[in-house]
């Protein structure tokens, strides 16, 4: 599942770009055995709405210890906004493990990588900003990507549009946490997201319940901790190297998902899948690119 904070860091601070770089790979490799994971429990037959308390309940619970020990401050001045980009992501996640239970790894990964796109195109009325005609171009040519991936057509599977309804709750989402670097610090965003998660999920997993066997409670927690660790990695390689430096390599994603999917599902990306995904990566990039030369990265 494509994951991405906006972190505005002192330039001093930025003084690790190999180490930023392994960090970010790290985060990512943490995101694919996410969604591995998340396919795989869901292909079980565990409800969604389980799956998706799982990765808040064990996040929230890896959390703890620190928030015990002070070292995570849980004060927010925005807990109005705090609580709807937690919601957003909720809803994501919600999105993409329902994905994941009829798409294959590669295709929901693929149109994940609409959100930057879809950043561009949203910053104009929400965040008032400008955005040229090489960029507007950049964003027709995602879109262009995600129909040749998709193919529409009365035999496309309903499920290819849970993605891209993922994809625009994750724009918003990550506008939110634009809005919030400013003034939270990255770890009080972190814990604010893994208790909203909780405690809505909580309210609907009585509902959606299947007693897991051992491997199933192994795999439910890994995902929450992974969850946890993942975004912490990510926080951590921002912290350590410029925006600029480690933020394409979110796009390795891809590189994973390709062979995980053949090996734990048996799923291999088609020419026409192959060649969609590559022209949402490319203009996602592009886009990135565009960001850099007006100097300001998110």
């Known amino acids: 599942m494509v994951a991405a904070m906006t972190i ?60 015990l020990a002070g070292r995570v401050n849980v004060r927010t001045t925005r807990p109005g906004l705090q609580v709807t980009r937690s919601l957003l992501l909720l809803v994501v996640t919600f999105l993409v493990y329902t994905a994941l239970r009829f798409l294959p790894l590669a295709t929901v990964n ?22 040229g005609i090489r960029r507007w171009l950049a964003v027709a040519a995602g879109f262009a990507g995600v129909l040749i991936l998709i ?55 009585p509902f959606a319940w299947s007693s897991p066997d051992a491997w199933g409670w192994t795999l439910m927690v890994a995902l929450g901790v992974l969850g946890c660790v993942s975004h912490y990695l990510m926080i951590v390689a921002y912290t350590a190297s410029p925006a600029v430096v480690v933020a394409p390599f979110t796009y390795t994603q891809l590189i994973w998902v390709v062979p995980v999917g053949w090996f734990a599902f048996g799923d291999l990306p088609d020419l026409w899948n192959a060649v969609g995904a590559a022209i949402i990566v490319a203009s996602g990039l592009y886009t990135f690119y565009r960001e850099v030369r007006r100097g300001r990265v998110a």
């Open 151 to 205: 193919r529409p057509s009365p035999a496309m599977h309903p499920a290819m549009l849970l993605p891209i309804a993922a994809a625009l709750m994750n724009a918003f989402y990550q506008i939110a946490t634009r809005l919030l670097s400013h003034t939270e610090p990255a770890t009080t965003t972190l814990f604010w997201t893994s208790l909203v998660g909780f405690t809505v999920a909580s309210a609907a997993v």
């Open 8 to 67: 505005t860091l002192p330039a001093e601070r930025a003084a690790h770009p190999g180490r930023g770089i392994m960090l970010m790979l790290l985060a990512v490799l943490g995101w694919v055995a996410m969604d591995t994971i998340g396919k795989t429990l869901v292909g079980w037959g565990i409800p969604v709405w389980q799956v998706t308390w799982a990765r808040y309940a064990f996040h929230l619970a890896a959390m703890l210890p620190f928030v």
């Open 110 to 131: 693929a149109i994940g990588f609409l959100t930057p796109l879809l950043i561009t195109a949203l910053s104009v009325p929400l965040l008032r900003e400008r955005v």
